[in-house]
């Protein structure tokens, strides 16, 4: 049974991940909520809208379907090109870039302003129907109608924009369809862990000590046991074994195959000002198996004095030498720490 530590750990690991990733889900589909009106009419294609409809429509922002084809009489030359200009350092106009293009659809008395990639003369145009912003409303439809007396009084408080739906513009999906497959994935991986412990990592880097229910049983026992086990921050030192809690694991090394421990000091500053220091104990394991511990120095210094008691055959502090070493012949350190426990032992006995 896993009615242990090492079990509660593995609980605690599934119900965090499931906790994170049901959020995850939750906004996915939330985020698809929103973009549903878009994305039906995106993948639904135009639809084709009457001219009576258009002109009794009050409100084309409660039109469910409202990607749709319209057709008119008549279409005006080009009223306004939209433009953005880029300058240099001496104000100088370096580019030129056409941002939006308006024409008008007309019909036989009301007029439907468009907005298009390019110069049309078709009268039969796709694209979203909106209302009319508030910015074209009340800054360039008077404009519009100043310099093109035609359209005066004519246009519709709405306009088509052609060029909504020409590229796809829900770059949004793209990241919410990795959330989604992802949220979905570990949620899967939750309930397998829950129906199988063994299926969890925390059981399967168990395994490489023995039997994963009985190296957890062993665990457990020396947990239990008055006195021989010491906590720091979200650490446990056992007379064999580390246990470093993370949100969603458990990092676990054996003592006896620790090679090489050292301390660790980060400097934290804001804007190049320091502000403070965390302090870590970093311990390296014969099977490449790394923990970093954090907690306070004081902390950290307790943590340290208590391992160099369990294992004081280990390497102990950092140097570059000695991190060279690790990096270019670890098996070197992993062999004459092996001996030195054996001769410590021997030394013992």
């Not at 969890?200 to 020396?222: D, F, N, T």
Request: charged share 20%; net charge positive.
């Amino acid at each position: 049974m896993w009615d242990n530590t090492i079990g509660q750990q593995i609980q605690r690991s599934n119900r965090n991940l499931f906790v994170v990733n049901f959020i995850l889900l939750a906004l996915s589909l939330f985020c698809f909520y929103l973009s549903s009106r878009y994305l039906i009419n995106l993948f639904s294609g135009p639809q084709k809208i009457e001219e009576s409809e258009i002109l009794s429509l009050q409100d084309p922002s409660k039109l469910f379907r409202y990607n749709v084809t319209v057709t008119g009489k008549t279409i005006t030359p080009v009223l306004y090109t939209q433009t953005h200009l880029s300058f240099d350092k001496d104000d100088k106009v370096v580019s030129e870039t056409t941002e939006g293009i308006y024409q008008a659809l007309c019909f036989k008395e009301r007029a439907l302003l468009v907005s298009v990639n390019q110069s049309t003369k078709s009268t039969t145009l796709s694209g979203a129907l909106i209302p009319m912003p508030t910015d074209i409303s009340s800054s360039l439809v008077p404009r519009l109608e100043h310099d093109y007396p035609p359209v005066k009084g004519r246009l519709l408080p709405m306009m088509l924009d052609t060029t909504k739906f020409n590229a796809f513009g829900g770059s949004g999906l793209l990241f919410m369809l990795p959330m989604l497959g992802l949220a979905l994935w570990n949620l899967r991986k939750v309930f397998m862990r829950r129906e199988d412990y063994q299926l969890h990592p925390i059981a399967k880097r168990l395994s490489k000590y023995g039997m994963a229910r009985e190296v957890a049983a062993a665990i457990e026992q020396e947990i239990r046991l008055a006195g021989n086990k010491l906590w720091i921050g979200t650490a446990m030192l056992t007379d064999s074994w580390l246990l470093s809690r993370l949100p969603f694991d458990l990092k676990i090394g054996r003592l006896e195959d620790a090679v090489w421990i050292y301390k660790k000091e980060t400097t934290q500053s804001v804007n190049f000002i320091p502000v403070g220091k965390s302090h870590a104990l970093m311990f390296n394991f014969a099977d490449k198996n790394n923990i970093e511990v954090s907690g306070s120095g004081k902390e950290m210094d307790e943590l340290l004095v208590a391992v160099a008691k369990k294992v004081p055959w280990a390497y102990f502090g950092y140097s570059a030498e000695v991190l060279a070493l690790w990096n270019q012949n670890s098996e070197a350190m992993i062999t004459a720490v092996k001996k030195g426990k054996s001769d410590f032992s021997k030394g013992s006995s």
